[in-house]
T-cell receptor, first 111, second 112 residues
Framework: QKEVEQNSGPLSVPEGAIASLNCTYS??????FFWYRQYSGKSPELIMS????GDKEDGRFTAQLNKASQYVSLLIRDSQPSDSATYLC???????????FGGGTRLMVKP | DAGITQSPRYKITETGRQVTLMCHQT?????MFWYRQDLGHGLRLIYY???????DKGEVPDGYVVSRSKTENFPLTLESATRSQTSVYFC???????????FGEGSRLTVL
């Protein structure tokens, strides 16, 4: 079974700091990777996608991908209390049919 | 712009009863999905559909039935509900990039 692993947290960072969220995956053939944010009691929402090795930046968010190490990360710069949520890593299988989610990392940004 | 809506939002039922969760999207997205979310398991795919009349199993399909006679609707039926099916169910849709999903608000189902 293809697995996506995340530390469940909580990861606690002070306001203004960089939050670093990590994810590893087992399917070496995977080509597409996604980060979703889920506020408590709400549905997940897509915040980043990344398909190539390296970094991809969007505002305060940077996604990093290392396919050789089977590792994806999300950096949140200048963290705000409104960033407090659970962040879900998702990996699309090689066939492009099935998206597998990690268990999520709960982030807490303290004022 | 209603997007994707699920009903009911909350449902309590008893073991052995049939339950149908509805999902409706207004975007004409080709792909639709049903996920369940449980503590300790994250989001797990139950069924998905690439288009009307095309459905396929996901990771945890046992005990569930889906249909998709119209592009905009994708109902999920629990034919004989069990306590292990107590969960939050999310419907999602996608234009074709399967990883870029738009989720409904979720349906919280409790099976007593």
């Amino acid at each position: 079974q293809k697995e996506v692993e995340q530390n469940s947290g909580p990861l606690s960072v002070p306001e203004g700091a960089i939050a670093s969220l990590n994810c590893t995956y087992s399917d070496r053939g995977s080509q597409s990777f996604f980060w979703y944010r889920q506020y408590s009691g709400k549905s997940p929402e897509l915040i980043m996608s990344i398909y190539s090795n390296g970094d991809k930046e969007d505002g305060r968010f940077t996604a990093q991908l290392n396919k050789a190490s089977q590792y994806v990360s999300l950096l949140i710069r200048d963290s705000q209390p409104s960033d407090s949520a659970t962040y879900l890593c998702a990996v699309l299988d090689n066939a492009g049919n099935m998206l597998t989610f990690g268990g999520g990392t709960r982030l807490m940004v303290k004022p | 712009d209603a997007g994707i809506t699920q009903s009911p939002r909350y449902k309590i039922t008893e073991t052995g009863r049939q339950v149908t969760l509805m999902c409706h999207q207004t975007w004409s997205h080709s792909y639709m999905f049903w996920y369940r979310q449980d503590l300790g398991h994250g989001l797990r795919l139950i069924y998905y559909s690439a288009a009307a009349d095309i459905t396929d199993k996901g990771e945890v399909p046992d005990g569930y039935v889906v249909s998709r006679s119209k592009t905009e609707n994708f109902p999920l039926t629990l034919e004989s509900a069990t306590r292990s099916q107590t969960s939050v169910y999310f419907c999602a849709s996608s234009t074709g990039t399967i990883g870029e999903l738009f989720f409904g608000e979720g349906s919280r189902l409790t099976v007593l």
